[in-house]
């Protein structure tokens, strides 16, 4: 499903409780985040609907390295010949998809949260399970200022991985959060703002600390890795997800 404009020039794409975005300017395009692996064609699709081509892709930026927003980079890099980047602490998670820190046992999750079986189920159906490693990688450097549509400014928010990185879009007043802050835990199923669970995070208290890098953007409108746009403000995004804490 593609939704027009979340915020100014980017747009959302949402498959299997997964979120990527389309940041536009002129006729160039950036992507961020790759989804899963049958969020190829949809992609494909979406780019058409917005008048463009994948020839005006003009490079990927993943806000981390795990399976879920890394499912068609590979694919990308064969097809476009673009840059695709990442913060350098996530190029081995990169590489290697499956061989990430989490701090809980992840097969408790189901058992305790029932709601998140469809989430779970429908990520891998769309791929979950066969996402190919990547290669090549740029390095993201915090604070730095890609010369790319938005001109997305680099904020280093580790915790959820060693190098999670979200996008600040100043001139759109957009924080682009991945999932350091997100508004659904695949894990539970729960909903609002809160960081993801120890199913999936490498260090929830980095991850909260980080919340404090986030919250300095001053952004009106996050866009989560997972979950529906909050349009609240980060700061009072960060204050609800500080009051959910660790999980």
Known sequence: MLT????????????????????V???????????LPATWPLMGWALRELGRRPEDVV?????????DHTGFAARLQERLDVPVWA????HYIAAHPYRYAHENMRGQYPFRHPSALRILGAMARAGALRVRGVHGLRAL??????????APVVVFSPGHTAGHCALHLPDRDVLISGD???????YT??????IIAGAATADS????????????????????GHGEPWLGGVVQAVTEARAVGAH
């Open 141 to 150: 450097v915090p604070g730095e200022v890609l010369a790319a549509p938005g």
């Open 25 to 35: 300017d002129g006729e160039d395009v950036l992507l961020v985040d790759a989804g």
């Open 4 to 23: 027009t404009e979340v915020a100014d020039r980017v747009f959302r794409l949402e498959h299997a409780y997964v979120n990527c975005y389309v940041v």
């Open 87 to 90: 913060h350098e602490d996530d």
């Open 59 to 67: 490079g990927l930026v993943l806000t981390h390295a795990h399976f």
């Open 205 to 224: 208290a980095q991850a909260l600390a980080s919340l404090d890098a986030l919250a300095a953007t001053g952004a009106t409108t996050v866009l989560p």
């Open 180 to 186: 350091a802050l997100v508004t659904l835990d695949p």
């Open 189 to 194: 199923g729960v909903e609002g703002p809160q």
